[in-house]
């Protein structure tokens, strides 16, 4: 059976916070008027959904999952009863998901970058976890597919309740940057500097050889979406990369700048959060004295493997251990053994 190679990497990296929320902590700590910061957030592209949790997928106990009889469900930890909602009687912890869509600004298109950014007071930690693409999961009304068909199939509303469904989370707020917009984005800002390897400069328009370069909009456009030379977990890598990048770059400039950057940033991300919603998660990173992040990616390759559906290939696993595995790590802040 064809097979797809899924490099596991479980380090962990330090860095600053995810894009939307570090520009609103931005504005909070260089002392930006209030009135002035809700009109600058209120620049998003706003999309209202549902925030019903049955609309949403949030604590569906009825929810079927069942593989065809021809898939090899991947062996998991064998955790037995009924499968938890590690969210239940658990505070202290801020879900949003970040999408990358494939596709014109304005056009929903597949979401080939799928992140949860959790904002855990409790640890005092942020979290980002990568859903691999290609996983194969139940999508509402539309059955098994892969996880990144459901923005296309539904938008940000069917992407949340596939996420809330498939992983037992409780996600209500999204935000979503179109990858065709991305180098105007990294252009506002004069360009993103990354460390490329010889395997990804040969993928990348203008460069041939290993080393760190100040990549231009269609250069980094072109890097986040490398996926031929090695594995969807370094494409994912790559994706966290370029906004750890955006960011790094946003901290080095003066604070003068900020207006004219992100008059035009912001107008390119489509978000269900008004500048209310933003200002009090920017508020709680502040207050909480939380600066860095933890990195994962769901399902791990320990529970998973890639195989060929009816001629397509998906990347499956074990539902169960992932349950358990992206719940003790999203809400407990624990490692589940695998």
């Not at 955790?79 to 056009?107: C, M, Q, R, S, W």
């Not at 970058?113 to 999508?139: E, G, H, P």
């Not at 074990?318 to 809400?331: E, L, M, P």
């Amino acid at each position: 059976m064809a097979r797809r190679a899924y490099k596991s990497t479980k380090k962990k990296r330090n860095v600053k916070t995810p894009l939307l929320i570090s520009l609103a902590v931005l504005l909070f700590l260089t002392g930006f008027g209030y009135a002035y910061v809700h009109n600058l957030l209120n620049s998003t592209i706003k999309e209202e959904i549902p925030q019903g949790e049955g609309e949403l997928g949030i604590g569906d106990k009825e929810f079927e999952f069942e593989y065809e009889d021809d898939v090899e469900v991947p062996e998991g930890t064998g955790e037995e009863g009924e499968l938890p909602f590690y969210y239940e009687d658990v505070e202290g912890i801020t879900n949003i998901a970040l999408f990358g869509v494939d596709a014109p600004l304005g056009k929903r298109g597949r979401s080939d970058a799928i992140m949860i950014v959790t904002i855990d007071r409790n640890s005092k930690k942020i979290k980002l976890s990568s859903i691999i693409r290609d996983s194969y999961v139940n999508i509402p009304g539309r059955g098994m597919d892969k996880v990144n068909h459901a923005y296309a199939f539904g938008g940000p509303e069917l992407a949340l309740k596939t996420l809330n469904s498939n992983f037992h989370l409780d996600i209500k707020n999204f935000a979503t940057v179109n990858f065709t917009t991305l180098p105007k984005i990294i252009n506002s800002i004069g360009g993103v500097s990354v460390n490329i390897t010889n395997a990804e400069a040969s993928q990348i328009p203008g460069l041939t050889k290993a080393g760190t370069y100040n990549l231009t909009g269609d250069q980094a456009l072109a890097y986040v979406r490398i996926r031929k030379i090695d594995s969807d977990f370094a494409r994912s890598d790559r994706q966290r990369t370029v906004i750890e990048a955006i960011i790094e770059k946003m901290l080095t400039k003066p604070v003068t700048s900020y207006p004219g950057i992100l008059s035009n940033i912001l107008p390119l991300v489509t978000t269900n959060m008004g500048s209310n919603d933003i200002l009090n998660i920017a508020g709680s990173v502040v207050t909480n004295g939380i600066r860095t992040i933890d990195q994962k990616r769901f399902p791990e390759d320990s529970y998973s493997k890639g195989q060929m559906i009816k001629g397509v290939y998906y990347y499956v696993f074990n539902r169960d251990t992932a349950i358990n595995s992206i719940g003790k790590y999203i809400y407990l802040d624990e490692q589940a053994q695998q």
